[in-house]
């Protein structure tokens, strides 16, 4: 895993040291409340407090944060050095993604998460609350085996690594729809977050619907 220096990256954006940088952001499509979020922080006015709102490919939502906001907030779209901002950053304010938690545990910075969808997101919320949060071990019982949770810095590695990671086979067709049109490499990884690996959708079928599967293998 590739690691930023933390002073480095806030000499880059032009942070001051003395600055407490709180990133917020949404996914690919930014997906949060960014506005809202932004004013309560504003109004709050917590002393030397640097609001970063990173909205992605969600070009509406960056014009009018930029519109309100702009001279009180730095504002940016779809960026390739988020791994650096976060390295400079001392907090962020997130969805609870999968993909999203993950880089967020690598890169150590303070997590506070927006409102949890039900399902993956609480999960996800409940599980790092438990398994992440200040007194836990980094450690988690897996079916009777223990196992140590890592970093492995998920936005260093490339779209076909991402598919492997979530569960996808190797012979999973990412750079390209069924037209054969070609995907670019931001569009791979924006799709990996929210996609439903092969063996997941199998394993579902088989535990809810197992007459379906049984017919399936005998016809076979």
């Known amino acids: 895993m590739i690691k930023h220096d933390k002073q480095k990256c806030r000499e880059f ?23 809202e979020i932004i ?16 909205t992605g490919h969600n070009e509406a939502l960056a014009a009018q944060l930029q519109a309100k906001y702009g001279a009180t907030a730095e504002i940016y779209g779809f960026r390739e050095d988020v791994p650096q901002l976060m390295a400079g950053a001392d907090m962020i304010i997130t969805k609870a993604g999968g993909l999203t938690s993950a880089e967020v545990l690598a ?21 790092l609350q438990q398994y992440c949060g200040e007194d836990s071990t980094g450690l988690v019982d897996i079916g009777g085996v223990t196992y140590r949770i890592v970093d492995i810095g998920m936005r260093m590695l490339q779209p076909h690594e991402l598919y ?11 750079d390209q729809d069924f037209r054969g049109v070609k995907y670019a490499k931001d569009k791979q990884v924006a799709r990996c977050g929210n996609a439903v690996p092969p063996p997941f959708a199998e394993a579902l079928v088989r535990a809810n619907l197992p007459e379906l599967c049984q017919s399936k293998e005998i016809a076979a």
Not at 42 to 51: C, G, S
Not at 116 to 122: A, H, I, R, V, Y
Not at 164 to 174: D, M, N, T
């Open 164 to 174: 492997r990671a979530q569960g996808f086979p190797e012979w999973y067709i990412i």
């Open 107 to 127: 890169s150590g910075l303070d997590l506070l998460i927006y409102k949890p969808l039900p399902g993956q997101e609480e999960g996800n919320a409940a599980f």
């Open 39 to 54: 004013a309560a922080l504003q109004r709050a006015a917590l002393k030397n407090l640097r609001v970063v709102a990173v």
């Open 13 to 35: 954006f032009g942070w001051d040291e003395n600055e407490r940088v709180c990133l917020l952001m949404g996914g690919g499509e930014g997906l949060l409340p960014m506005a």
